[in-house]
């Protein structure tokens, strides 16, 4: 009888060892903002940029949005990007729930160096956000990429193949197009109908919306509008419909 007390009680110690797994926080959304810091976008663009995401989310409207959700929290990252080599998590995952939440992820983020690097690859920005949402701590009853940039894929695969990807996974795609008609750092030229390209190639999803910026300056306003409409989940207003 002792032999096999002690082989059963040998059996157990891996279970008793192993360590509980940590339960994810459940939240509304999960939602990752990929922003455009390619070469096409100057010192200025960039800075307009981030301070039209700070002043959103630190805006009351968006934490009554926040607030106003069956759970009363969310979750986002802010990851910048380039060219297929160049995606850069600046402030992760974060539980947004109130005021002082806001206030620590803009905190990071302000505190976070500005930095660009060359060429645009949507794809690879939505292939590694579609990568943060596994193993990220929370459960949300929706996953949202928002996209934000002026131009179109240049890099990378197709970015239709990535669009496509991230919906087979259960993740939804907006779009912020900046209709910029300002030249290039490098004097090239803008993307015409930029709004329709992201129309026709970047969003997707259920409720997949876009919400065009015509210049860097009107951003912070597109970008407070889109942020009301994602955390609402709501595909209506001054919005194309996905597919």
């Known amino acids: ?22 339960a994810e926080v459940p939240v509304d959304l999960e939602l990752v903002l990929a ?6 976008v100057d010192e200025e663009e960039a800075k307009l940029q981030r301070s039209g995401y700070i002043d959103a989310l630190l805006n009351p409207k968006v ?10 929290r969310i979750a986002v990252a802010y990851m910048e990007w380039a060219g297929d080599h160049y995606q850069r998590v600046t402030v992760g995952w974060t539980l947004l729930d109130g005021p002082a939440a806001a206030q620590s992820f803009v905190g ?27 193993g990220n701590g929370f459960e949300g009853t929706r996953r949202v990429i928002d996209v934000s940039g002026d131009g179109v894929n240049n890099r990378g695969r197709a970015v239709q193949d990535a669009r496509d990807a991230a919906l087979a996974a259960g993740i939804t795609i907006n ?3 900046i209709l910029n008609d300002r030249p290039n750092p490098w004097g090239g030229p803008t993307t015409p109908n930029l709004d329709l390209y992201y129309r026709d190639n970047v969003i997707g999803g259920p409720g ?9 300056e009107s951003f912070a306003d597109a970008i407070l509008s889109k942020l009301l409409l994602e955390i609402a989940g709501i595909g209506t207003g001054t919005v194309y419909a996905g597919r």
């Not at 009888?1 to 940590?22: F, I, N």
């Not at 922003?35 to 096409?40: K, M, Q």
């Not at 690859?121 to 292939?127: E, M, P, V």
């Open 1 to 22: 009888m002792r032999p096999l007390v002690v082989s059963v009680l040998v059996a157990a110690l891996p279970l008793l060892s192993a360590p509980a797994t940590k």
């Open 35 to 40: 922003v455009d810091v390619s070469g096409s």
């Open 63 to 72: 934490i009554g949005a926040i607030r106003s959700g069956p759970l009363g």
């Open 108 to 134: 990071s983020l302000e505190e976070a160096p500005l930095r660009t690097a060359q060429w645009t690859s949507i794809s690879a920005a939505i292939d590694r956000a579609t990568t943060l949402f596994d």
């Open 175 to 177: 779009g912020l197009p």
């Open 208 to 216: 997949a919306f876009l919400v065009p910026a015509v210049s860097f």
